[in-house]
Protein backbone atom coordinates (compact mmCIF):
# COMPACT_ATOMS: atom_id res chain seq x y z
CA UNK A 1 0.00 0.00 0.00
CA UNK A 2 1.22 3.96 -0.43
CA UNK A 3 0.08 7.33 0.22
CA UNK A 4 1.28 10.71 -0.31
CA UNK A 5 1.40 13.67 2.56
CA UNK A 6 1.37 17.25 1.33
CA UNK A 7 2.34 19.37 4.15
CA UNK A 8 0.35 22.71 3.83
CA UNK A 9 -2.80 22.63 2.03
CA UNK A 10 -2.10 26.28 0.94
CA UNK A 11 1.28 28.20 0.78
CA UNK A 12 1.81 31.84 -0.33
CA UNK A 13 4.73 33.30 -1.46
CA UNK A 14 5.88 36.65 -3.20
CA UNK A 15 6.58 37.08 -7.07
CA UNK A 16 9.82 36.05 -7.77
CA UNK A 17 10.39 34.33 -4.41
CA UNK A 18 11.86 30.14 -4.34
CA UNK A 19 8.47 27.98 -4.51
CA UNK A 20 8.95 25.12 -2.72
CA UNK A 21 5.73 22.33 -1.99
CA UNK A 22 6.59 19.50 0.22
CA UNK A 23 5.34 15.81 -0.70
CA UNK A 24 6.18 12.84 1.22
CA UNK A 25 5.24 9.53 0.40
CA UNK A 26 5.07 5.97 1.84
CA UNK A 27 5.07 2.64 -0.27
CA UNK A 28 6.01 -0.95 0.43
CA UNK A 29 7.67 -1.07 -3.28
CA UNK A 30 10.19 1.35 -5.06
CA UNK A 31 7.46 3.97 -6.06
CA UNK A 32 7.25 5.90 -9.12
CA UNK A 33 6.35 9.49 -7.99
CA UNK A 34 4.26 12.47 -10.08
CA UNK A 35 3.65 16.03 -9.66
CA UNK A 36 0.13 17.58 -11.68
CA UNK A 37 -1.13 21.18 -11.27
CA UNK A 38 -4.37 22.23 -11.70
CA UNK A 39 -5.21 25.34 -12.64
CA UNK A 40 -8.72 27.41 -11.81
CA UNK A 41 -11.72 25.13 -13.17
CA UNK A 42 -9.34 22.99 -15.22
CA UNK A 43 -8.10 19.04 -15.11
CA UNK A 44 -4.78 18.11 -13.75
CA UNK A 45 -1.96 18.75 -15.82
CA UNK A 46 1.61 16.64 -15.77
CA UNK A 47 4.35 19.22 -14.29
CA UNK A 48 6.69 16.18 -14.10
CA UNK A 49 8.00 12.53 -12.37
CA UNK A 50 10.21 10.15 -11.42
CA UNK A 51 10.56 6.92 -12.48
CA UNK A 52 13.65 5.70 -10.99
CA UNK A 53 16.38 7.85 -13.78
CA UNK A 54 17.89 10.50 -12.33
CA UNK A 55 16.74 11.80 -9.01
CA UNK A 56 16.54 15.38 -9.96
CA UNK A 57 13.63 15.60 -12.39
CA UNK A 58 13.00 18.75 -14.27
CA UNK A 59 9.67 19.38 -15.33
CA UNK A 60 7.71 22.33 -17.74
CA UNK A 61 7.53 25.54 -16.73
CA UNK A 62 10.81 25.50 -14.70
CA UNK A 63 9.89 23.54 -11.97
CA UNK A 64 11.83 20.58 -10.50
CA UNK A 65 12.04 17.73 -8.10
CA UNK A 66 13.95 15.71 -6.18
CA UNK A 67 13.33 12.25 -5.09
CA UNK A 68 15.50 11.65 -1.71
CA UNK A 69 14.59 7.77 -0.79
CA UNK A 70 16.37 8.57 2.80
CA UNK A 71 13.79 11.24 3.54
CA UNK A 72 10.83 9.12 1.17
CA UNK A 73 10.30 12.58 -0.10
CA UNK A 74 9.45 14.36 -3.40
CA UNK A 75 9.64 18.16 -3.08
CA UNK A 76 8.48 20.27 -5.66
CA UNK A 77 10.62 23.54 -6.18
CA UNK A 78 11.22 26.83 -8.58
CA UNK A 79 13.76 29.03 -7.92
CA UNK A 80 11.22 32.02 -9.01
CA UNK A 81 7.74 31.94 -8.59
CA UNK A 82 5.60 33.93 -11.50
CA UNK A 83 1.91 35.08 -11.31
CA UNK A 84 1.18 32.51 -13.37
CA UNK A 85 2.17 30.07 -11.10
CA UNK A 86 -0.67 30.25 -8.86
CA UNK A 87 -2.83 26.73 -8.66
CA UNK A 88 -3.37 23.51 -6.88
CA UNK A 89 -0.44 21.30 -6.82
CA UNK A 90 -0.96 17.28 -6.48
CA UNK A 91 1.95 15.22 -5.70
CA UNK A 92 1.09 11.01 -6.35
CA UNK A 93 2.39 7.82 -5.58
CA UNK A 94 2.66 4.63 -8.26
CA UNK A 95 4.18 1.27 -7.39
CA UNK A 96 6.74 0.22 -9.95
CA UNK A 97 5.67 -3.21 -10.13
CA UNK A 98 1.81 -3.21 -10.18
CA UNK A 99 0.48 -0.73 -12.61
CA UNK A 100 -1.44 1.99 -13.23
CA UNK A 101 -2.96 3.06 -9.69
CA UNK A 102 -2.14 6.37 -8.66
CA UNK A 103 -2.39 7.54 -5.12
CA UNK A 104 -2.64 11.40 -4.61
CA UNK A 105 -1.76 13.89 -2.12
CA UNK A 106 -4.47 15.90 -0.57
CA UNK A 107 -2.95 18.97 -3.02
CA UNK A 108 -1.20 21.87 -1.95
CA UNK A 109 -3.01 25.52 -2.91
CA UNK A 110 0.11 28.03 -4.26
CA UNK A 111 -1.01 31.78 -4.25
CA UNK A 112 1.46 34.61 -5.53
CA UNK A 113 1.77 37.70 -4.30
CA UNK A 114 2.22 40.84 -6.78
CA UNK B 1 -6.73 15.57 -31.05
CA UNK B 2 -9.35 16.29 -28.78
CA UNK B 3 -7.23 14.26 -25.60
CA UNK B 4 -10.12 13.60 -22.67
CA UNK B 5 -13.25 15.20 -22.90
CA UNK B 6 -16.31 14.93 -20.14
CA UNK B 7 -20.13 15.23 -20.93
CA UNK B 8 -21.61 17.34 -19.22
CA UNK B 9 -19.65 20.05 -17.24
CA UNK B 10 -22.04 21.07 -15.01
CA UNK B 11 -25.15 19.72 -13.31
CA UNK B 12 -27.39 19.80 -10.46
CA UNK B 13 -29.38 17.00 -9.32
CA UNK B 14 -32.35 16.46 -6.42
CA UNK B 15 -31.40 13.62 -3.90
CA UNK B 16 -33.15 10.35 -5.42
CA UNK B 17 -32.25 11.31 -9.02
CA UNK B 18 -30.09 9.39 -11.37
CA UNK B 19 -27.41 10.56 -13.90
CA UNK B 20 -24.74 9.37 -16.23
CA UNK B 21 -21.69 10.99 -16.73
CA UNK B 22 -19.78 10.53 -20.16
CA UNK B 23 -16.10 10.41 -20.94
CA UNK B 24 -14.10 9.98 -24.09
CA UNK B 25 -10.60 9.93 -25.40
CA UNK B 26 -9.40 9.71 -28.34
CA UNK B 27 -5.66 8.68 -27.58
CA UNK B 28 -6.61 5.15 -27.90
CA UNK B 29 -5.68 4.65 -24.08
CA UNK B 30 -6.24 0.57 -23.16
CA UNK B 31 -6.98 2.43 -19.44
CA UNK B 32 -9.30 4.74 -18.07
CA UNK B 33 -10.45 6.44 -14.48
CA UNK B 34 -13.33 7.60 -12.85
CA UNK B 35 -11.88 9.84 -9.63
CA UNK B 36 -14.23 12.42 -7.44
CA UNK B 37 -11.93 15.11 -6.16
CA UNK B 38 -13.14 17.03 -2.86
CA UNK B 39 -11.39 19.61 -0.96
CA UNK B 40 -8.19 18.74 1.28
CA UNK B 41 -8.77 15.10 0.06
CA UNK B 42 -7.18 15.36 -3.21
CA UNK B 43 -8.32 12.93 -6.38
CA UNK B 44 -10.05 9.36 -5.25
CA UNK B 45 -10.35 6.62 -6.96
CA UNK B 46 -13.81 5.36 -8.07
CA UNK B 47 -13.28 2.85 -10.34
CA UNK B 48 -11.38 1.73 -13.36
CA UNK B 49 -11.14 -0.21 -16.42
CA UNK B 50 -8.53 -2.07 -17.54
CA UNK B 51 -9.67 -2.64 -21.55
CA UNK B 52 -12.90 -2.62 -23.35
CA UNK B 53 -15.54 -4.60 -21.14
CA UNK B 54 -13.96 -4.87 -17.92
CA UNK B 55 -14.10 -2.57 -14.84
CA UNK B 56 -13.27 -2.89 -11.28
CA UNK B 57 -13.18 -0.76 -8.07
CA UNK B 58 -11.67 1.73 -6.67
CA UNK B 59 -11.18 3.46 -3.78
CA UNK B 60 -14.72 4.64 -2.94
CA UNK B 61 -16.87 2.53 -5.39
CA UNK B 62 -20.16 2.48 -2.90
CA UNK B 63 -22.97 4.73 -5.00
CA UNK B 64 -21.80 4.25 -8.45
CA UNK B 65 -21.52 2.38 -11.10
CA UNK B 66 -19.43 2.04 -14.53
CA UNK B 67 -19.72 0.74 -17.80
CA UNK B 68 -16.98 0.40 -20.77
CA UNK B 69 -18.76 -0.89 -24.39
CA UNK B 70 -16.47 0.89 -26.41
CA UNK B 71 -12.72 1.50 -25.42
CA UNK B 72 -13.21 5.05 -26.22
CA UNK B 73 -15.59 6.00 -23.66
CA UNK B 74 -16.13 5.24 -20.17
CA UNK B 75 -19.84 5.99 -18.82
CA UNK B 76 -20.17 6.64 -14.18
CA UNK B 77 -23.68 6.24 -13.33
CA UNK B 78 -25.31 7.60 -9.95
CA UNK B 79 -28.09 5.45 -9.15
CA UNK B 80 -29.75 7.61 -6.60
CA UNK B 81 -28.18 10.32 -5.93
CA UNK B 82 -27.15 11.90 -2.35
CA UNK B 83 -25.67 14.95 -1.23
CA UNK B 84 -23.02 13.41 0.00
CA UNK B 85 -22.26 12.71 -3.95
CA UNK B 86 -21.52 16.34 -4.22
CA UNK B 87 -17.84 16.63 -6.10
CA UNK B 88 -15.73 17.33 -8.78
CA UNK B 89 -15.84 14.18 -11.42
CA UNK B 90 -12.38 13.66 -13.06
CA UNK B 91 -11.96 11.02 -16.04
CA UNK B 92 -8.42 9.93 -17.23
CA UNK B 93 -6.89 7.78 -19.11
CA UNK B 94 -3.69 6.02 -19.95
CA UNK B 95 -1.54 3.39 -21.76
CA UNK B 96 -1.45 -0.05 -20.78
CA UNK B 97 0.72 -0.74 -17.60
CA UNK B 98 3.78 -2.83 -19.24
CA UNK B 99 6.47 -3.66 -16.51
CA UNK B 100 9.67 -2.83 -17.60
CA UNK B 101 8.80 0.03 -20.03
CA UNK B 102 9.25 3.86 -18.84
CA UNK B 103 6.24 4.88 -16.29
CA UNK B 104 2.65 5.81 -18.35
CA UNK B 105 0.99 8.96 -16.85
CA UNK B 106 -2.37 10.08 -16.57
CA UNK B 107 -4.16 12.35 -19.34
CA UNK B 108 -7.22 14.19 -17.28
CA UNK B 109 -10.62 15.51 -18.24
CA UNK B 110 -11.40 18.87 -17.59
CA UNK B 111 -13.94 17.87 -15.15
CA UNK B 112 -17.86 17.66 -14.21
CA UNK B 113 -19.42 19.66 -10.89
CA UNK B 114 -22.16 18.06 -9.91
CA UNK B 115 -24.36 19.33 -6.93
CA UNK B 116 -26.82 17.35 -5.34
CA UNK B 117 -29.70 19.17 -3.03
Known amino acids: AQSVTQLGSHVSVSEGALVLLRCNYS??????LFWYVQYPNQGLQLLLK??????LVKGINGFEAEFKKSETSFHLTKPSAHMSDAAEYFCAVSPNNAGNMLTFGGGTRLMVKP | NAGVTQTPKFRVLKTGQSMTLLCAQD?????MYWYRQDPGMGLRLIHYSVGEGTTAKGEVPDGYNVSRLKKQNFLLGLESAAPSQTSVYFCASSIRWDQGTVSYEQYFGPGTRLTVT
Open chain 1, 50 to 55: YTSAAT
Open chain 1, 27 to 32: SSVPPY
Open chain 2, 27 to 31: MNHEY
